[in-house]
């Protein structure tokens, strides 16, 4: 098998989190190779201005891999799970498909132990993320508007916020009324042109990939950086296994290339930046001599408190044209009235809020499914649609589904992906208290709707496929026998090597979780540089 | 490897199409504008895998369209839901359609002008929120 020469910092998965570390390492002058299974994506190839865009969307461009089967996906086992995890692999990682909203943790969510007397305290806490969540706002791209209440105070974001449009006035209208809280959500979408990033024409198809070149996907943002500063992106890279030494030590990983030739990579820092499914699948791989139950392992908590946010939307219709078609999705609007924890409402934590608009035809009709059919087609398709188009938006809730050591990922005993390599399983049950959660949202959201002066309101009240974020299965923490990493990512087991994805969160939060991602990743990163500077 | 649709699968699938969509005073029939043709292509070639719903949707027994559609949602309303999305995605991708329900597609809009976000946002809007009191819970040791 070739050796390549040894990097400083070998990072596994060019996504969100690898990507800024990586960046940040280059920047400072450190060699770092990054391994990613698959490769760039094209502009060209986002299908937003084909007709045939809801179809697309549902298919080749689909967020689920299982439907998707782009050769760089690998499948998961998502038949005990009442949640399918989603993501995108490529350079750029899910932040090709994300939809760019941009919300922080609030700092009650890093407590929940202590405030709520459920779950954990994180090690971290919000101050120590702050300062990293508004550097790395700077290179991403962020959109917003200072001075939202539901926050500790902050300075302004780097690019005013995008226009709420007419459905976000209509909503916020409502929700005055209401006495409820929302506020222009930020979005890592450029208001105006920044660095590489165009302005958004808000075409409403984030979730396909920006044709525009407005949505701020690491590919765009952070990789051309990182490779004029020296780092080495190797793409097609499928890692299967992150070797040791005869101590226990990490020295690199295996990796397949497109042609079916094994290779090893070597570095004396080996980082995971493969998400909250790829990290524990990659983890559990590892066995070794020292590592029998898996690398990082002896907490047995490797692939253990899956967080998956359940979702939960009710769909407004008005009488009046709001153009509720166009983008960006994204997001205008954030509510965070019921975020924080009310034991009167009869679960703990909360949901947040966001507003969606509904780009193209299809899911208008959707959202009638399973209605007579009389209701629908015949003499009445052509009046629903009238009411509907243009007309329709949604008011959607993200739970906090606070983790469970039954919700897993594992190595499936059969199923493989394209190069042999076990899948991983998914094992996710929706915890009772998260349902009453979800109930509550819709009854809220109903009226919000209505009190904005909705006519006709439609749910979806269940909806298994949403697992965008893939959470907690790496979690960290100050005791090793109850976490697998540090606050700073590090491994309680192999102190060369690091998880910094989405796996180390230690309660999932309802927040859309990848600028917390990120600024933990620059925390990292920091970390690391002042650590080999000590040294 | 799906088999592709046979013509009598069309034809069939061209009247339940009519069923659901008929011409109206404002709107034209999924038969005027060809939807269960090129535009159905289009669907297929997207997604291949769309097919099984609409053969099982085409070859139920009732004579009439509409009850055929009624049958199957009745006895397997998933794979309803499947083909008459199928069906609902061909009629509206005609740009007639598309121009008569007021739906640009999901075009470009332009930048967005300086005043923009300002004018949807009047200060009369957001002031409730500006003086409300902070509703986050601090970090209890910070
Ligand atoms: C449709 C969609 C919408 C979303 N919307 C939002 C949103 O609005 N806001 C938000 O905050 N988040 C959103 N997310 C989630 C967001 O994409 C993730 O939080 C973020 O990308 C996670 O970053 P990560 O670094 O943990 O992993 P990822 O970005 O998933 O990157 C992991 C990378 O590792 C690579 N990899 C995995 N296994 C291997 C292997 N064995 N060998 C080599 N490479 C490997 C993968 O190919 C991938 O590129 C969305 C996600 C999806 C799918
Ligand atoms: S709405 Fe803006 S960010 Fe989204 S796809 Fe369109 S141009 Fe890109």
């Known amino acids: 098998m070739p050796e390549a020469e040894v990097a400083d910092v070998l990072v596994i998965g060019a996504g969100a989190s690898g990507s800024v570390l990586t960046a940040r390492l280059a920047e400072a002058g450190v060699s770092v190779t990054c391994l990613e299974q698959g490769g760039w994506v094209s502009a060209s190839e986002f299908p937003g201005e084909d007709p045939a865009f809801d179809a697309i969307q549902l298919a080749r461009w689909a967020m689920n891999p299982n439907t998707r089967k782009r050769p760089a996906d690998y499948p998961i086992n998502t038949a005990e799970a009442d949640i399918w995890p989603l993501m995108f692999n490529g350079v750029g990682g899910g932040t090709v498909h994300y939809a760019a909203m941009w919300p922080r943790l609030v700092p009650s969510d890093f407590r929940v132990r202590t405030l709520d007397g459920v779950a954990d305290d994180w090690p971290i806490s919000y101050e120590d993320l702050e300062p990293f969540y508004e550097r790395v706002q700077e290179r991403w791209g962020v959109s917003g508007m200072a001075g939202d209440p539901a926050y500790p105070p902050m300075p302004e974001y780097p690019m005013p916020a995008l226009p709420i449009g007419l459905i976000g006035q209509r909503a916020a209208a409502g929700m005055n009324r209401l006495g409820w809280h929302w506020w222009p959500h930020p979005n890592a979408i450029a208001s105006r042109a920044h660095g590489r990033l165009a302005p958004c024409e808000r075409r409403g198809v984030c979730q396909t990939g920006c044709i525009a070149g407005a949505k701020s996907s690491t590919d765009i943002t952070y990789w051309p950086d990182a490779i004029r500063d020296g780092a080495r992106l190797i793409t097609g890279a499928r890692v299967r296994e992150i070797t040791v030494n005869q101590t226990g030590r990490a020295t690199g990983a295996i990796y397949i290339d497109r042609d079916g030739a094994e290779h090893h990579a070597r570095g004396r820092t080996v980082v995971m930046a493969t998400n909250g499914v790829g990290t524990p699948r990659l983890l559990l791989l590892s066995r070794s001599t020292h590592h029998p139950d898996g690398l990082a392992n002896s907490s047995g908590l490797v692939g253990r408190r899956l967080m998956l946010h359940p979702m939960v939307a009710v769909a407004g219709t008005y009488e009046d044209d709001l153009e509720s078609w166009r983008g960006p999705g994204g997001t205008p609007l954030i509510g965070l009235e019921f975020y924080e924890t009310d034991r009167s409402r009869g679960f703990v934590r909360g949901a947040k809020w966001d507003l969606y608009p509904v780009a193209g035809t299809l899911p208008h009709f959707q959202l009638l499914h399973g209605k007579p059919l009389k209701e629908r087609f015949g003499a009445s398709a052509h009046e629903r649609m009238a009411r509907m188009m243009g007309r329709t938006f949604l008011w959607e809730a993200q739970i906090d589904d606070l983790p469970q050591v039954t919700n897993r990922v594992e190595l499936d005993p059969t199923l493989t992906d394209s190069d042999g390599i076990p899948a991983p399983r998914v094992l996710y049950r929706v915890h009772e208290d998260a349902r009453r959660n979800m109930a509550f949202q819709l009854d809220r959201m109903r009226e919000a709707h209505e009190a904005a002066g909705a006519i006709e309101t439609n749910e979806w009240h269940w909806m298994p496929e949403v697992g965008w974020h893939t959470l907690g299965t790496a979690r960290c923490g100050n005791d090793p026998t109850d976490s697998v990493v540090d606050g700073y990512g590090r491994s309680h087991d192999v102190s060369n090597l690091f998880v910094i994805d989405g796996s180390v969160f230690v309660t999932g939060s309802a927040m859309n979780p990848t600028s917390t991602i990120a600024a933990f990743a620059l925390r990292t990163a920091e970390h690391i540089l002042a650590t080999r500077r000590d040294s | ?142």
């Open chain 2, 1 to 142: 490897m799906t088999e592709p649709l046979t013509d009598a699968e069309r034809m069939r699938l061209a009247a339940i199409a009519v069923a659901l969509f008929p011409a109206s005073a404002t709107m034209p029939s999924a038969a005027d504008t060809g939807a269960t043709g090129k535009w159905l292509d289009r669907v297929l070639a997207a997604d291949p895998l769309r097919t099984t719903a609409l053969r099982a949707l085409a070859g139920r027994s009732e004579t009439d369209p509409w009850a055929a559609a009624e049958g199957l949602f009745r006895d397997d309303p998933a794979t309803f839901e499947d083909a008459s999305d199928s069906l609902v995605m061909a009629y509206y991708m005609h740009p007639g359609v598309r121009k008569r329900i007021g739906y640009p597609g999901q075009k470009g809009q332009g930048p967005i002008a300086p005043d923009e976000a300002e004018h949807y946002l009047p200060d009369e809007l957001i002031a409730p929120m500006r003086s409300r009191a902070p509703l986050y819970v601090p970090t209890p040791d910070a």
